[in-house]
């Protein structure tokens, strides 16, 4: 089972940078996207930035652009947000999700992980 692990989360003052990091253990065949959502109290989870396979091509929310960058390196099933300029707008539950083709056998089927999140506060 695939399982993507988040980390760098943490307490930041307004203006501050953090980067965020998730690794993805077991087996994967082919990693399809890359990409960090966030929840903020009392919203829906919304997506940050993703990061499509092959090609790379990038998309992120309009609240972010200018600000994040999102990088992924598929040859260790690893993915980054580096966040600057931070806002308290910006405090919420930051999840990675990988997208990627299993092979089993014979048959391939397109599946969707999900970390545990990691906490994000931007606060003075």
């Known amino acids: 089972q695939v399982q993507p692990v988040e980390s760098g989360g943490g307490l930041v003052q307004p203006g501050g940078s953090l980067r965020l990091s998730c690794v993805a253990s077991?087996?994967?065949?082919?990693?399809?996207?890359m990409g960090w959502y966030r929840q903020a109290p009392g919203k829906e989870r919304e997506l940050v930035a993703t990061?499509?396979?092959?090609?790379?091509?990038?998309n992120y929310a309009d609240s972010v652009k200018g600000r994040f960058t999102i990088s992924g390196d598929t040859s260790k099933n690893t993915v980054y947000l580096q966040m600057d300029s931070l806002t308290p707008e910006d405090t919420a539950i930051y999840y990675c999700?990988?997208?990627?083709?299993?092979?089993?056998?014979?048959?391939?089927?397109?599946?969707?992980?999900w970390g545990q999140g990691t906490q994000v506060t931007v606060s003075s």
């Open positions: 999700h990988i997208g990627a083709n299993q092979k089993y056998g014979k048959t391939i089927n397109a599946e969707s992980f």
């Open positions: 077991g087996y994967i065949f082919a990693i399809t996207s």
């Open positions: 990061e499509k396979r092959p090609g790379g091509s990038k």
